[in-house]
């Protein structure tokens, strides 16, 4: 298991740098859809933040010590977000507006979201276990796991807006 300094470090990354591809977008550009049947780059930032907004308060409340070791499923997360062969399926709950997005506002609320929690990160027992919400298909995860679901699903989507503004500027 990595140590806080670590994690903190991989958070502040992978938050860094889905901010700035983000931030690439034009205000027009962040609405258009790249390829039939495909997200928007406002699509895919509200989807972020649709399955990021609740975790300071997951993080902060309603926590049993673990009977197991802490990053235990962390192997199973990697696996299924940094597989970039397969397509997933976004539960409902997380699935997107049609918008049209604001991408000024998707960006401040991306980094209020991540603040809050790269501040959980660094200050509270990451071996702890989060009981208010169960992870679709893994169950209850510790706070480690849930900040590493973070960055894997960072890395993730920071890839597929990367592919979006590739074909955006290259059909422009």
Known sequence: MMNTTDISAELKSSTQELLAV????????????PVEGSWTAGQVAEHLLKSEIGLPNLLAENVTPTERPADDKVPVIEGIFLNFETKLKAPEFIIPSNGPHQKEVLLNSLKETRTKILNLTETTDLSMTC?????????????????????????????????????LQNES
Do not use: M, Y
Not at 22 to 33: D, L, M, P, R, T
Not at 141 to 148: K, Q, Y
């Open 22 to 33: 983000v931030a690439k977008f034009g205000s027009e550009q962040v609405n258009i859809v």
């Open 131 to 167: 009981t208010a919400a169960q992870f679709p298909g893994l169950g209850e995860l510790t706070r480690w796991e849930w900040i590493h679901f973070v960055i894997c699903h960072s890395i993730r989507h920071t890839r597929q807006l990367r592919n979006i503004l590739d074909r």
